[in-house]
């Protein structure tokens, strides 16, 4: 019998009638396969479970937010479990760790190392469908960890790899993955299929539908990823290896991102490295970064705007010699296969640029993306102009 694995996203599984279609979708699939199901926490559990960590912190230690914020995926699994044992169908719930999750010891971005599937063929054996906690694992020192946000994804592609799984479906509100995001424009338009390449570059640059690392994985073991919506019934998205033609597959708008100007009279290659060493002892990962000047110290660079907090943090302590100043900005991201070697995609993205008269920061090419990233945050209508233009 075949192996599949399924993933519910937080709001599929948000309340107990919600919990409820998610069962009819498991039990649906069992009838004819073993299943292992992968959840989210409920809803929004994991925004508040934050806010309330940084009332009481602005800076939370990495370790205790990992322990906070795995207890959301714990009351999915419970639950779900609890609700598929009432109908009749016999499943347990096991945490990350339970299920044999092995990660390294970064906090709140934790890499799966290993994963030992002893536990889950027991189960499978005895025909239970096994719900595991996402976004989760467990370290060397015994202590938890998660895998950064939008984490589940890469527990369920991890264990369907592990598993040799004939598939993994990701299911969220989305029923598949979109030219650009189907809630700010409504002319986007549903992708059949996508390359693991260029759904890696769309993940990558910020939008919202599937976990970057989770598609690595997938391109790895070669495993079919299917993104479908819990509530209805039409095709997915399928994510594998195929590329069918050269076009524009999607447009990706980001405004998560905060773009830093810090400068310094004096000026030594050693403060550079002390600055450098620093963000990355702290896991502020930086991006564009340019010194601008050989006498002092003159950078620039960009940061996701979920760090900005802990970089305040450090222009109080350790960075207090910076002068900075920061902004919000948007980067957009026009993604397909072989898209650089037609020139009147890059045009036609130029002309949008300058009738709007927008400023550019920089511009990125390679063999599937076009990113321009801009002085400014843009308005929702730039995205529009850019599809309606550039999507066939």
């Given at each position: 019998?075949?192996?599949?694995?399924?993933?519910?996203?937080?709001?599929?599984?948000?309340?107990?009638?919600?919990?409820?279609?998610?069962?009819?979708?498991?039990?649906?699939?069992?009838?004819?396969?073993?299943?292992?199901?992968?959840?989210?926490?409920q809803?929004?559990?994991?925004?508040?479970?934050?806010?309330e960590?940084?009332?009481?912190?602005?800076?939370?230690?990495?370790?205790?937010?990992?322990?906070?914020?795995?207890?959301?995926?714990?009351?999915?699994?419970?639950?779900?479990?609890?609700?598929?044992?009432?109908?009749?169908?016999?499943?347990?719930?096991?945490?990350?760790?339970?299920?044999?999750?092995y990660?390294?010891?970064?906090?709140?971005?934790a890499?799966?190392?290993?994963?030992?599937?002893?536990?889950?063929?027991?189960?499978?054996?005895k025909?239970?469908?096994?719900?595991?906690?996402?976004?989760?694992?467990?370290?060397?020192?015994?202590?938890?960890?998660?895998?950064?946000r939008?984490?589940?994804?890469?527990?369920?592609?991890?264990?369907?790899?592990?598993?040799?799984?004939?598939?993994?479906?990701?299911?969220?509100?989305?029923?598949?993955v979109?030219?650009?995001?189907?809630?700010?424009?409504?002319?986007?338009?549903?992708?059949?299929?996508?390359?693991?390449?260029?759904?890696?570059?769309?993940?990558?640059?910020?939008?919202?539908?599937?976990?970057?690392?989770?598609?690595?994985?997938g391109?790895?073991?070669?495993?079919?990823?299917v993104?479908?919506?819990?509530?209805?019934?039409?095709?997915?998205?399928?994510?594998?290896?195929?590329i069918?033609?050269t076009?524009?597959?999607?447009?990706?708008?980001?405004?998560?991102?905060?773009?830093?100007?810090?400068?310094?009279?004096?000026?030594?290659?050693?403060?550079?490295?002390?600055?450098?060493?620093?963000?990355?002892e702290?896991?502020?990962?930086?991006?564009?970064?340019?010194?601008?000047?050989?006498?002092?110290?003159?950078l620039?660079?960009?940061?996701?705007?979920?760090?900005?907090?802990?970089?305040?943090?450090?222009?109080?302590?350790?960075?207090?010699?910076?002068?900075?100043?920061?902004h919000?900005?948007?980067?957009?991201?026009?993604?397909?296969?072989?898209?650089?070697?037609?020139?009147?995609?890059?045009e036609?993205?130029?002309?949008?640029?300058?009738?709007?008269?927008?400023?550019?920061?920089?511009?990125?090419?390679?063999?599937?993306?076009?990113?321009?990233?801009?002085?400014?945050?843009?308005?929702?209508?730039?995205?529009?102009?850019?599809?309606?233009?550039?999507?066939?």
């Amino acid at each position: 019998m075949d192996t599949v694995v399924l993933k519910f996203g937080g709001s599929s599984v948000a309340d107990n009638i919600k919990l409820n279609v998610v069962a009819d979708k498991i039990i649906h699939l069992y009838e004819t396969n073993n299943v292992v199901v992968v959840v989210s926490a409920q809803g929004k559990t994991t925004d508040r479970l934050l806010g309330e960590a940084h009332s009481l912190n602005p800076v939370p230690d990495d370790r205790e937010l990992d322990v906070l914020l795995s207890t959301g995926e714990q009351i999915t699994i419970s639950k779900l479990s609890i609700l598929l044992n009432k109908l009749g169908y016999p499943a347990i719930s096991l945490t990350g760790w339970q299920a044999g999750i092995y990660t390294n010891c970064t906090n709140q971005n934790a890499i799966i190392e290993n994963i030992d599937t002893t536990r889950i063929q027991k189960e499978l054996e005895k025909r239970r469908i096994i719900i595991v906690a996402g976004f989760q694992g467990i370290n060397s020192n015994f202590d938890i960890t998660t895998l950064g946000r939008g984490g589940s994804d890469t527990t369920a592609v991890a264990i369907a790899a592990a598993l040799n799984a004939k598939n993994c479906y990701i299911f969220s509100d989305v029923d598949g993955v979109y030219t650009t995001d189907p809630n700010k424009i409504g002319s986007a338009k549903k992708l059949e299929t996508v390359s693991y390449d260029e759904m890696l570059d769309i993940a990558d640059e910020g939008a919202k539908v599937l976990h970057n690392r989770c598609v690595e994985i997938g391109q790895k073991f070669n495993i079919p990823i299917v993104t479908k919506s819990t509530f209805n019934n039409k095709p997915g998205t399928i994510v594998n290896d195929k590329i069918e033609d050269t076009k524009v597959k999607s447009i990706v708008k980001n405004d998560d991102i905060i773009y830093i100007h810090a400068k310094q009279k004096e000026y030594s290659i050693s403060l550079f490295y002390r600055i450098y060493h620093t963000l990355l002892e702290n896991k502020i990962f930086v991006s564009n970064l340019i010194n601008h000047s050989n006498y002092h110290l003159d950078l620039t660079f960009t940061i996701k705007a979920a760090l900005l907090n802990k970089f305040e943090s450090l222009l109080n302590s350790s960075l207090n010699m910076l002068d900075c100043t920061y902004h919000h900005i948007t980067k957009i991201s026009i993604i397909g296969h072989g898209i650089m070697n037609h020139e009147e995609i890059l045009e036609n993205t130029i002309k949008i640029i300058e009738l709007n008269h927008l400023e550019i920061l920089d511009i990125e090419l390679n063999e599937s993306k076009i990113s321009i990233m801009f002085k400014e945050k843009l308005p929702i209508d730039i995205l529009e102009q850019l599809h309606n233009k550039l999507i066939e």
